[in-house]
């Protein structure tokens, strides 16, 4: 099946500083989408990106979606505390359905 | 709140015991996905379905877990005498139609002693 993957595991960061994170495919995506995970709760979608090359911000986040779509990556600019937590990328099977499927995620600490 | 809901929040079973999961979707919507998080794992897809019907079950164990989605009422993720391995937190989603956007519940966290 298709597969995203995710690297490193963990990023630290201190507060105020630009992280970025990217996510991978061996298979083309027609939709990257960018979610949130806090500790104990579901995920929230943070970004979709829905054509290739696009550049999609949402607030301090800003994303784009690969022109080869079979990668996406996330910024996130002067980082505050409330952006800990596990960021996952997905993307919808191409097949008829439209499940999920999720990169590992990568876990962010910031250090205030 | 028109959010997606699980409840329980967190559930202890012991081995051999069922597990019943509940999940109400947004209002108006009427597709369903179930996933499953392993610790340090990213969710993968379980189940998914379409008021009363089955659409695509290919992630789901063939044996011990059923998943259904009733005219009325909630969806039900059903796994019969679970294992210590079944222990994980399992996340509803919602959309509106097939390729729209899914929202995601708080989960539910499952516990197997």
């Known amino acids: 099946g298709q597969q995203l993957n995710q690297s490193p595991q963990s990023m630290f960061i201190q507060e105020g500083e630009d992280v970025s994170m990217n996510c991978t495919s061996s298979?083309?995506?027609?939709?990257w989408l960018w979610y949130k995970q806090d500790p104990g709760e579901g995920p929230v979608l943070l970004i979709a990106?829905?054509?290739?090359?696009e550049l999609t911000s949402n607030g301090r986040l800003t994303a784009q979606f690969g022109i080869t779509r079979k990668d996406s990556f996330l910024n996130i600019s002067a980082s505050i505390p409330s952006d800990v937590g596990i960021y996952f990328c997905a993307g919808p099977d191409t097949g008829a359905n439209s499940k999920l499927t999720f990169g590992k995620g990568i876990t962010l600490s910031v250090r205030p | 709140n028109a959010g997606v809901m699980q409840n329980p929040r967190h559930l202890v079973r012991r081995r051999g015991q069922e597990a019943r999961l509940r999940c109400s979707p947004m209002?108006?919507?009427?597709?369903v996905y179930w996933y499953r998080q392993l610790p340090e794992e990213g969710l993968k897809f379980m189940v998914y379905l379409q008021k009363e019907n089955i659409i695509d079950e290919s992630g789901m164990p063939k044996e011990r877990f059923s998943a259904e989605f009733p005219k009325e009422g909630p969806s039900i993720l059903r796994i019969q005498q679970v294992v210590r391995g079944d222990s994980a937190a399992y996340f509803c989603a919602s959309s509106l139609s097939r390729a729209d956007t899914q929202y995601f519940g708080p989960g539910t966290r499952l516990t197997v002693l």
């Open positions: 990106l829905y054509k290739a090359g």
């Open positions: 298979s083309i995506f027609n939709t």
């Open positions: 209002k108006g919507h009427s597709h």
